[in-house]
């Protein structure tokens, strides 16, 4: 598994980025994918997760209704769509694989990807 996110930015309050993250590995099936971010002197914090179908979902309550998390297998990429951008959304954002159930913790995440700086501005 060799994740690369990408898609980050600056982009003022209430505005929108979408973030991706491909597989460039082999071994992209039956995944639960997960987004996770990390602000400067704090841990780091689940986002949205989704399963392998894209049937089960879950979101943290700070981004419910403003993000949506969306895969394509036949690309092996994953997608977090954010809109209402606020200041607090701002850290770099991370994406991980895990075979299994879906699990909010950033410890039941083997693979991660290198992460892409969000910085949302007042």
């Known amino acids: 598994v060799q994740l690369q996110a990408s898609g980050g930015g600056l982009v003022q309050a209430g505005g929108s980025l979408r973030l991706s993250c491909a597989d460039s590995?082999?071994?992209?099936?039956?995944?639960?994918m997960g987004w996770f971010r990390q602000a400067p002197g704090k841990e780091r914090e689940f986002v949205a997760a989704?399963?392998?179908?894209?049937?089960?979902?879950d979101y943290a309550d700070s981004v419910k209704g403003r993000f949506t998390i969306s895969r394509d297998n036949a690309k092996n990429t994953i997608y977090l769509q954010m809109n209402s951008l606020k200041p607090e959304d701002t850290a770099v954002y991370y994406c991980?694989?895990?075979?299994?159930?879906?699990?909010?913790?950033?410890?039941?995440?083997?693979?991660w990807g290198q992460g892409t700086q969000v910085t949302v501005s007042s």
């Open positions: 991980a694989a895990r075979w299994g159930p879906l699990r909010t913790a950033p410890s039941e995440y083997r693979y």
């Open positions: 989704i399963s392998w179908s894209g049937g089960t979902t």
């Open positions: 590995g082999r071994t992209f099936n039956n995944n639960v």
